[in-house]
Each structure stands twice: as structure tokens, then as C-alpha cells.
Nanobody, 111 residues
Framework: EVQLLESGGGSVQPGGSLRLSCTTS????????FGWVRQAPGKGLEWVSRITNAGMDNYGDSVGGRFTMIRDDDEKMTYLEVRNLKSQDTAMYYC?????WGQGTVVTVSS
């Protein structure tokens, strides 16, 4: 069974940092491109980042320079390091691959 499980979300003040984790199982991890997407309250889905099986990463314009996506093929995990958080980063964050999504982890940025 394909599974993706996010963790690491929480409540932080503006300017804070978090490390979101995505634990995976049930498929050949090293062959896969992964992504993170988010959905802010009352808004649509926003693409955040992607990392290919070769380790090449890309980011959405709203998070570039503040977010870093990492993959660990040995542990079959991906991470999203989020820094200098802003109130507009408040959202549910989802780890995904083609054909599967996790349940999400909530990030709340508030003073």
C-alpha cells in the first residue's frame, strides 16, 4: 500500500522556522519525484516545491529563498525546511507524488 505521512507542523511566530517531514512506504522511493503543496484557509491549492529523483529542486515564487526541500533516499523520506515564516504561509501542507497524497500537516503562523 502506497503511503505518505506528513509531520512537523505546528504554530510559530512570524520569522520562525519548522521542518516538515514526509514518511513514505509502499513504492520505489528513489525513482520518484516528490512535491509539497499547500492550501491556506479558504483558498485553493498552491504548489510549493518539487524535488526530482536526481535531487533537483524547484520552488514556487512565494516561498523561494525561504523554503528548502530535501530527500533522503536511504530513509525514504522527504523534508521541507521552512524559514522566515510569514502569516501568509499559514496552511495545510501536503506531501505528494504522482497518484498519491498524504493527509497533511498544519502550519499556523501568528503572533
Amino acid at each position: 500500500e502506497v503511503q505518505l505521512l506528513e509531520s512537523g507542523g505546528g504554530s510559530v511566530q512570524p520569522g520562525g522556522s519548522l521542518r516538515l517531514s514526509c514518511t513514505t512506504s509502499g513504492f520505489a522511493f528513489s525513482d520518484i519525484t516528490f512535491g509539497w503543496v499547500r492550501q491556506a484557509p479558504g483558498k485553493g491549492l498552491e504548489w510549493v516545491s518539487r524535488i526530482t529523483n536526481a535531487g533537483m529542486d524547484n520552488y514556487g515564487d512565494s516561498v523561494g529563498g525561504r523554503f528548502t526541500m530535501i530527500r533522503d533516499d536511504d530513509e525514504k523520506m522527504t523534508y521541507l525546511e521552512v524559514r522566515n515564516l510569514k502569516s501568509q504561509d499559514t496552511a495545510m501542507y501536503y506531501c505528494k507524488k504522482r497518484g498519491a497524497w498524504g493527509q497533511g500537516t498544519v502550519v499556523t503562523v501568528s503572533s
